[in-house]
């Protein structure tokens, strides 16, 4: 794991330190609220609809124990108890007290953490491949060169009054788990193909929110070094020329939809060709560095399978259900990576207790050599872990409701806030996710529908990544009464793609109902094997729009 | 009208001009429109300054940059962050006269604005008389070194690091 060196420490204390002092002149008039806003948004300092909310950076999703640690305490000690794992590889907290808030960035510095660019119009947190590091399928781990992209855009001068918001993410592997295309700009690490030199595919312009678009590349092959320039030649062409005169259409995939991938390829090319490289650029040495903060940890070396797992599978088949559905291969034998859900049926997807926190922190430091991921579904990983350690840790995961055996079924729902806690939702959001998780309960029938994302957002920002989802739910308010939209087909891997609208808004108590009908359809028309996402692209959309005209006619 | 630059308040010695008439004036300032009008009268003791709006192209304007003595960039709010990337633009083509930002922005943004290559600000009274000359001062240097290479700042923290290899001579942290 990257560790601060004295300058990254000194920074997140100065950073603190300026906050504290733009409180004060917020408080003695000599800041408007205006020119206040922007600045505590970049602490992650968000009004919502009961309080004040604060986010804080989870940097591409690693953490170790004591950072983990550390959360559970602020929960406990400025909020209730609780925090909220977003699809942003973020924490949120509902409840703090503005007041509060300069010493709980003091006691996130304290762990090298901080809320740094988590919201206003700047670049945000960078996020990764949860299994970065781990994956089967990765050429390398993203997450160094996400380190090196945090350092470059934090405070940075020129690039943090942008038109809007600014989301980057990383993947190192084939198969794509951090959702690159929907980000502003998506680094996928690849080789080259003549040359077998490593580099980075750019695609700029994806997002979700009322637009939703998917990232277009603007650069097949960027060679590493010349990574800072490239981004700081992408970034000025969006500054100078990202919209300004509605907040709508200010996102660079606008820019890019407005003008073109090509010319705006065209523009970025002509900035980068004028830029002084080697002036802007990171040496090789720097971003060496980084990376020997992510070398793997010492293994040790163990045979493929676990004789101990196979026995206390055979004895337990709760156990071997989830060993079933939570692993992930991990690329050293012997080691699995083992996803934590956080969607228990009937609770808000994404939140933990303080307790549950240091529970899996403990877990992590006996288990998993000290570290832990989160990521964008929502769900805590422990990366490295021994097969043989698989009924320990399972143990252990029950009695604080955090064995539920869901990762990737229809239950492992996305959802946002909404109602419950957000100023901008049209619609609830979590008591749908948990209707539909009630619904769909029974775990036999869950592990026989397979994978199936459902994602649920509470207004048309997106935030619940509804577009993307499967199955899309997005909460609408319609002369006062909440309506759900339905998509179907959505994708946020390497296919990335955007669901259609499957008729008419449906009340809540619906949904449910309308989720089973577009289930059902998939069980009749299904091949052997056939995963839900591969079944509706096969038939299409037809037999689903006419399972759910049934019954959006049964309900208007 | 506030006039700040890295030393504090400092006093203004431009004047604005209606149009290109620049008269006698020894220091004056133009709107870009007026601007080969106003060039085309100049006297060999006069000095020209321009006032652009932060939605102009650089490249309009770096025919006229020789010649230049300021130049305004005008922020018509402070969350309007085109300026900093007009005056790093400006920089790089080779501009050495002075670059003001005029406009309400915040002490926060003083660094930004520095490092960017502007010299000074201009602040309208609705900012000045809330944010004083000292706060302005304070908020300098707040964060002392920061990330990026390639900004006017002095010593940031990549060729800080750099130096420290050099110095122990390994390459490993
Ligand atoms: C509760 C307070 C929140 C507010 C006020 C808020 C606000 C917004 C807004 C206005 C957008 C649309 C931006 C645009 O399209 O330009 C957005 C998008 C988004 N937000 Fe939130 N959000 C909140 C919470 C969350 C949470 C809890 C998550 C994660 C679960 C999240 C993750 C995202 C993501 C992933 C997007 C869409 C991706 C994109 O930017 O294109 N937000 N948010
Ligand atoms: S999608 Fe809408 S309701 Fe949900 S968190 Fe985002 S802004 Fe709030």
């Known amino acids: 794991m990257y560790r601060y060196d004295e300058f990254d420490e000194r920074f997140v204390r100065e950073r603190v330190g300026q906050f504290r002092d733009q409180v004060a002149r917020r408080l003695d008039g000599s800041l408007t609220e205006d020119e206040f806003k922007p600045l505590r948004l970049k602490n992650g300092v968000y009004l919502q609809l009961h309080a004040y909310m604060l986010r804080i950076a989870i940097p591409y999703g690693t953490l170790s124990?004591?950072?983990?640690?550390?959360?559970?305490?602020?929960?406990?000690?400025?909020?209730?108890?609780?925090?909220?794992?977003?699809?942003?590889?973020?924490?949120?907290?509902?409840?703090p007290q503005l007041r509060d808030v300069p010493a709980i960035l003091d006691l996130l510095a304290d762990v090298e953490m901080h809320c740094i660019q988590t919201s206003g119009n700047c670049i945000r947190n960078v996020t990764a491949d949860h299994f970065a590091g781990v994956a089967q399928d990765e050429i390398e781990d993203p997450r160094a060169v996400c380190e090196l992209i945090r350092q470059w855009s934090t405070a940075h001068p020129e690039f943090s009054y942008l038109p809007r918001k600014f989301k980057i993410a990383a993947t190192g592997a084939q198969h794509d788990r951090a959702v690159i295309k929907a980000h502003d700009i998506g680094i996928r690490i690849l080789k080259h193909p003549q040359s077998g030199e490593i580099g980075y595919e750019i695609s700029v312009g994806g997002g979700l929110g009322r637009t939703?678009?998917?990232?277009?590349?603007?650069?097949?092959?960027?060679?590493?070094?010349?990574?800072?320039?490239?981004?700081?030649?992408?970034?000025?062409?969006?500054?100078?020329?990202?919209?300004?005169?509605?907040?709508?259409?200010?996102?660079?995939?606008?820019?890019?939809?407005?003008?073109?991938?090509?010319?705006?390829?065209?523009?970025?090319?002509?900035?980068?060709?004028?830029?002084?490289?080697?002036?802007?650029?990171?040496?090789?040495?720097?971003?060496?560095?980084?990376?020997?903060?992510?070398?793997?940890?010492?293994?040790?070396?163990?045979?493929?399978?676990?004789?101990?797992?196979?026995?206390?599978k055979a004895a337990n088949p709760d156990f071997a259900r989830w060993v079933d559905t939570n692993l992930t291969p991990h690329r050293v034998p012997g080691y699995s990576a083992v996803t934590i859900s956080l969607k228990p049926v009937g609770l808000a997807p994404g939140d933990a207790t303080s307790e549950q926190m240091r529970l899996v922190a403990d877990l992590a430091e006996r288990y998993s050599f000290d570290e832990l991921r989160v990521t964008h579904a929502q769900n805590l990983v422990l990366p490295h872990v021994r097969k043989d350690d698989l009924f320990a840790i399972w143990q252990a995961l029950v009695p604080v409701g955090l064995a539920t055996a869901n990762l990737g079924l229809i239950t492992d729902i996305i959802a946002c806030p909404g109602l419950d806690y957000c100023a901008l939702a049209t619609a609830r959001s979590i008591p749908i996710a948990q209707a539909i998780a009630q619904r769909f309960a029974d775990v036999e029938r869950q592990a026989s529908i397979g994978e199936l994302n459902i994602k649920i957002s509470g207004c048309i920002n997106a935030c619940g990544h509804h577009h993307v989802g499967h199955i899309g739910v997005l909460g609408l308010e319609k002369r006062g009464i909440e309506s759900y939209q339905i998509t179907l087909g959505g994708e946020a891997t390497e296919n990335a793609s955007i669901g259609e609208i499957l008729g008419p808004g449906l009340p809540a108590e619906e949904v449910p109902n309308a989720i089973e009908a577009i289930v059902g359809v998939y069980e009749r028309h299904r091949h052997d094997g056939e995963r839900f996402i591969e079944t509706v692209k096969r038939v299409g959309l037809v037999p689903f729009k006419t399972a759910f005209k049934e019954l959006a006619d049964a309900v208007a | 009208m506030l006039l700040l630059d890295r030393n504090g308040a400092a006093t203004d010695g431009w004047t604005r001009t209606e149009g290109a008439a620049i008269g006698n004036l020894s220091r004056a300032l133009v709107g870009f429109d007026a601007l080969p009008e106003a060039l085309a009268q100049l006297a060999p003791d006069q000095q020209i300054g321009v006032l652009i709006s932060n939605a102009l192209a650089v490249s309009e304007l770096e025919p006229f940059l020789p010649r230049l003595s300021l130049i305004a960039i005008g922020f018509p709010a402070f969350a309007d962050g085109r300026g900093?990337?007009?005056?790093?633009?400006?920089?790089?083509?080779g501009f050495t006269g002075s670059l003001r930002a005029s406009g309400p922005l915040i002490p926060d943004q003083f660094d930004y604005a520095l490092a960017c290559g502007f010299d000074e600000i201009e602040l309208p009274d609705t900012s000045a008389d809330r944010q004083t000359v000292l706060q302005w001062q304070q908020a300098r240097g707040r964060l002392s070194q920061t990330y990026q290479r390639g900004y006017r700042r002095d010593g940031n923290i990549l060729d800080r690091r750099r130096l420290a290899r050099t110095a122990s001579g390994s390459t490993a942290p």
Do not use: C
């Not at chain 1, 969006?238 to 003008?259: F, P, Q, T």
């Open chain 1, 65 to 95: 124990a004591r950072q983990l640690r550390q959360l559970a305490l602020i929960g406990e000690r400025y909020d209730r108890g609780y925090g909220h794992f977003t699809t942003r590889q973020n924490l949120q907290f509902n409840w």
């Open chain 1, 212 to 312: 939703p678009m998917i990232g277009k590349v603007v650069r097949d092959f960027l060679p590493k070094t010349d990574l800072l320039a490239y981004l700081e030649a992408v970034m000025r062409v969006y500054n100078l020329e990202g919209r300004r005169d509605n907040k709508y259409k200010a996102r660079v995939k606008i820019l890019v939809h407005e003008i073109g991938t090509d010319e705006f390829r065209r523009r970025v090319e002509a900035e980068f060709a004028k830029l002084d490289g080697p002036s802007v650029n990171a040496d090789p040495e720097e971003l060496a560095r980084i990376e020997s903060y992510f070398t793997p940890p010492a293994y040790q070396s163990l045979p493929e399978d676990s004789q101990a797992l196979a026995v206390a």
């Open chain 2, 84 to 93: 900093f990337s007009q005056a790093k633009a400006i920089r790089r083509a």
